[in-house]
Nanobody, 116 residues
Framework: QVQLVESGGGLVQPGGSLRLSCAAS????????MGWYRQAPGKQRELVAT???????NYADSVKGRFTISRDNAKNTVYLQMNSLKPEDTAVYYC??????????WGQGTQVTVSS
C-alpha cells in the first residue's frame, strides 16, 4: 500500500520560513520523480517544485529563489524548504510521487497559512 505522509505545515508570518516533509512508503522511492503541488481556495492545484529520480529540479516561477526541493533516498523523504513566505503562498500543499500514468500517487495535504 502506497502512503505519502506530509508534515511541517502551519501558520507563519510573512517573510518567515517553513520546511515541509513527505515520507513515502510502499514504493521504490529512488525510482520516482517527486513533487510538491499546492491548491489555494477557489483555485486549481498548481505545481510548486519537482525533483526527478536523478535530482534534477524544476520550480514554478512564483517560488524560484525562495523555495528549495530536496530528497533523501535513504529516508524515502522529500522536502520543501520555503523561505521569504508571502500571503499568496497560503494553500494546501500536496506531495506527489510519479513514475508514469499508472504510478501516480498523492498525499493528503498539509495546510500552510502565511498571515500576520
Amino acid at each position: 500500500q502506497v502512503q505519502l505522509v506530509e508534515s511541517g505545515g502551519g501558520l507563519v508570518q510573512p517573510g518567515g520560513s517553513l520546511r515541509l516533509s513527505c515520507a513515502a512508503s510502499g514504493i521504490s522511492f529512488s525510482m520516482y520523480a517527486m513533487g510538491w503541488y499546492r491548491q489555494a481556495p477557489g483555485k486549481q492545484r498548481e505545481l510548486v517544485a519537482t525533483t526527478t529520480s536523478s535530482s534534477i529540479t524544476n520550480y514554478a516561477d512564483s517560488v524560484k529563489g525562495r523555495f528549495t526541493i530536496s530528497r533523501d533516498n535513504a529516508k524515502n523523504t522529500v522536502y520543501l524548504q520555503m523561505n521569504s513566505l508571502k500571503p499568496e503562498d497560503t494553500a494546501v500543499y500536496y506531495c506527489n510521487a510519479w513514475r508514469g500514468l499508472l504510478h501516480n500517487y498523492w498525499g493528503q495535504g498539509t495546510q500552510v497559512t502565511v498571515s500576520s
